[in-house]
Every structure is written in structure tokens, then in C-alpha cells.
């Protein structure tokens, strides 16, 4: 018996590791990952590197063409973007 009361400390810790910095990261990653699967073109996104831009078209092997300005259209991978700042209407049926 003495010795399973040695690791209850151990178990304990690893129970507050998980519900306080694991499970809340993997929540993260997932709402990340639907974040980024939900754009459309016309969506106005940041980026990981600051760039503010509106989604021209969404390709298909994980990247996107981002216009900037008027004319300046640059490649990005889908999984950059930090956020979206505002999301166009689905069209209507």
C-alpha cells in the first residue's frame, strides 16, 4: 500500500496539467482548424505575419490567394491565418 501513495502526487499534477494547459490547447487548435476550412472568398482575414487582406480564392491544396489592395494578390497557406475579421453571406439558394 505504501507504494501506490508515493505516485498519487505524480497523478495528481499530471490530472492539473491536463485539464489546464493541454485539453484548453487542443480546443484551440481544433476551432483553429474549422476557422480555416470555413473561408470563403470575400473574407476579410489576418494573417500570422499582421498582412489584412480579403480572400480572392480558395485553392485546393491548403492555399489561398489573398488580395491586399487593389491588384496586389498574394499565395498563402491556408493554416497562416490568425483570423477573420469579418465573413461574407453564404450565397442564398
Same mark, same amino acid.
Given at each position: 500500500m505504501g507504494g501506490i501513495e508515493q505516485f498519487i502526487p505524480l497523478i495528481l499534477i499530471f490530472a492539473i496539467m491536463y485539464f489546464l494547459m493541454i485539453r484548453p490547447q487542443q480546443k484551440k487548435i481544433k476551432e483553429h482548424q474549422k476557422m480555416v476550412q470555413n473561408l470563403r472568398r470575400g473574407d476579410v482575414v489576418v494573417t500570422q505575419g499582421g498582412l489584412i487582406g480579403r480572400v480572392a480564392k480558395v485553392k485546393e491544396n491548403n492555399?489561398? $490567394?489573398?488580395?491586399?489592395?487593389?491588384? &496586389?494578390? &498574394?499565395?498563402?497557406?491556408? !493554416?497562416?491565418?490568425? $483570423? &477573420? &475579421? !469579418?465573413?461574407?453571406?453564404?450565397? !442564398? $439558394?
Open positions: 492555399e489561398l $490567394d489573398l488580395e491586399l489592395a487593389e491588384g &496586389v494578390k &498574394v499565395r498563402v497557406v491556408q !493554416s497562416t491565418i490568425a $483570423d &477573420v &475579421v !469579418s465573413k461574407t453571406e453564404p450565397a !442564398s $439558394d
